[in-house]
């Protein structure tokens, strides 16, 4: 059965603390991906990984980083956790050649920052 | 920045009513899917189409990619409690990528 594990389901955090997020995928996918997921808006994109030590930027990256030094394992860092980052935070993956690009997602985070 | 709106935004049924949800953009998509989403989980795939037209079917659930690729809609008919959740459309702008941007959401209540 395919997996995706996030390290915390819920997570509480101040202001300007360093927050790191870590997901692992059991399935020996290429693609990782970071999604923020926020009511009415959707999922979007924050950073994405093809392969080890390789990563591009989605869509609204600021404020976060990520590492993937193995590939089974995708780390969101939050460098300095502010309110507005306060959200569900999802990770997924997927091989590069699959017939229908089939995202696997993790259950996700439930980030607060007070 | 490309955008996928869905309608609507929230539906609220009866068991045995049909329903349809829209997933529209201006721009061109290589490939569609729809996920759905339960409380407390990630979402989960659906189904992908890939061609303009396309029709799929999955039990009592229609997909269908609009005839310019612009996009699609999910029917599901005589909705049961257990179809309950929240649906994702995503798209793919460049042919054979992996990276999809995700629609606003519906969030559908089917009541017994």
């Known amino acids: 059965d395919v997996k995706v594990t996030q390290s915390s389901r819920y997570l509480v955090k101040r202001t300007g603390e360093k927050v790191f997020l870590e997901c692992v995928q059991d399935?020996?996918?290429?693609?990782m991906f970071w999604y923020r997921q926020d009511p009415g808006l959707g999922l979007r994109l924050i950073y994405f990984?093809?392969?080890?030590?390789?990563?591009e930027k989605g869509d609204i990256p600021e404020g976060y980083s990520v590492s993937r030094e193995k590939k089974e394992r995708f780390s969101l860092i939050l460098e300095s956790a502010s309110t507005n980052q306060t959200s569900m935070y999802l990770c997924?993956?997927?091989?590069?050649?699959?017939?229908?690009?089939?995202?696997?997602f993790g259950p996700g985070t439930r980030l607060t920052v007070t | 920045t490309q955008l996928l709106e869905q309608s609507p935004q929230f539906l609220s049924i009866q068991e045995g009513e049909n329903l349809t949800v829209y997933c529209n953009s201006s721009s061109v998509f290589s490939s569609l899917q729809w996920y759905r989403q339960e409380p407390g989980e990630g979402p989960v795939l659906l189904v992908t189409v890939v061609t303009g037209g396309e029709v799929k079917k999955l039990k009592r659930l229609t997909f269908q990619f609009g005839d310019a690729r612009k996009d699609s809609s999910l029917h599901i008919t005589a909705a049961q409690p257990g179809d309950t959740g929240l649906y994702l459309c995503?798209?793919?702008?460049?042919?054979?990528?992996?990276?999809?941007?995700f629609g606003t959401g519906t969030r559908l209540k089917v009541l017994a």
């Open positions: 995503a798209g793919s702008s460049v042919s054979g990528t992996y990276k999809y941007i």
């Open positions: 399935m020996d996918h290429e693609n």
């Open positions: 997924a993956s997927s091989f590069t050649y699959a017939e229908d690009y089939e995202q696997y």
């Open positions: 990984s093809y392969d080890v030590k390789m990563k």
